[in-house]
């Protein structure tokens, strides 16, 4: 198989677009790909500014910073720094920072790491003894999203950068469209604006399929942890997972479909489901919609079920 731009040898067929292209030809199509969307997501007024990347270890948030660090080399006044959620999941995470760490090092990147214990006072592993029969997505989730704000409002951060390519993208889409929560789904990065409290996400990967950022981790050398969270067996997520791979085999390009279809009501969905009704937790000060926030109240519930069991 040829490549289809040049006679070299071709790395990889993209269904989606008819194509098959070289390592060299992959890579500038991969570029061009993120830059239009950091086009589209970050406005820097007179080109200063600092964009704080939450990285996992993982390849997706590898090389969103790898990418980061190397598209705004040349723009002097603006910043990358990146944090490490610490979870506290025995046999994976250790993996992850690890990796995080010597990535941020090899790119001359500051790097903070902020864990579960030290916030919320339980690890990962704990609360899911604590509450063995429930989905530790439930529980992780809004506690990786608050310290996200957190960590990114401590590093004076204009924009908190995700790992979240098209796969986890559509996937995230169709998982609101199920649910019927057009709320969250109006919430969904990348963000246009700043509100109180909450820094703005962006997503530069959020057009590139997961295939292709494993592919372009191995061709520039990005080393990345691999393993995968002992929950997730447990995630929600599986199911879209499954769902979206299924009708991409079939129909090439549906997942482009769903983020097309999203990006085409965005502005119609945010206009009745407008994020400034947010509010500070009575308990905590993070933004919330209601008088205690999500990780207020799991918590709650958590030292009461845990004080229940220990006596």
């Known amino acids: 198989m040829k490549c289809s731009l040049c006679n070299r040898d071709a790395i990889i067929e993209i269904k989606y677009n008819s194509s098959a292209l070289c390592s060299e030809h992959f890579v500038d199509f991969f570029d061009r790909r993120v830059k239009r969307e950091l086009r589209k997501q970050v ?19 590898s090389v969103t910073l790898y990418v980061l660090k190397k598209f705004y080399a ?3 006044n603006v910043t990358i720094t990146a944090f490490t959620i610490d979870e506290g999941i025995a046999g994976y995470r250790n993996s ?34 604590i509450d063995p029969d429930g ?17 990114s409002e401590k590093q004076h ?30 919430r969904l990065a990348p963000h246009s604006r700043s509100l109180d409290g909450l820094t703005p ?22 080393k990345f942890d691999s393993s995968w969270c002992p929950y997730y067996a447990k995630a929600h997520r599986n199911t879209f997972r499954d769902v979206i791979a299924t009708l991409e085999e079939r129909s ?5 479909a769903i983020m097309n279809f999203y990006e085409g ?25 209601e008088e205690l926030c999500a990780v207020c109240r799991d918590l709650e519930w958590l030292k009461a079920r845990d004080g229940l069991k220990r006596n």
């Not at 950068?161 to 889409?173: H, K, P, T, V, W």
């Open 43 to 61: 406005h820097f007024p007179g080109k200063t500014g600092k964009i704080s990347v939450a990285i996992s270890g993982g390849k997706d948030s």
């Open 74 to 76: 040349a723009w002097k």
């Open 96 to 129: 992850g920072l690890e990796s995080a760490r010597k990535l941020c090092t090899d790119l001359g990147v500051d790097h903070t790491v902020i864990s579960f214990r030290e916030k919320n006072g339980y690890t990962m592993d704990e609360i899911v003894k």
């Open 135 to 151: 989905i530790p997505c439930a529980h992780c989730g809004p506690m990786r999203r608050q310290i996200m704000n957190e960590a």
């Open 157 to 186: 951060a204009d924009y908190v950068a995700l790992g979240i390519n098209l796969d986890d993208y559509s996937q995230s889409i169709l998982m609101n469209v199920a649910k019927g929560d057009i709320a969250r789904m109006a």
């Open 201 to 222: 996400r962006i997503v530069p990967l959020r057009s590139i399929p997961e295939r292709e950022v494993v592919i372009y981790a191995m061709i520039k050398g990005i």
């Open 252 to 256: 090439p390009g549906t997942r482009h």
């Open 265 to 289: 009501i965005r502005d119609m969905i945010m206009v009745k489901n407008d994020s400034d009704a947010l509010k500070p937790c009575t308990s905590c000060g993070s933004p919330t919609t």
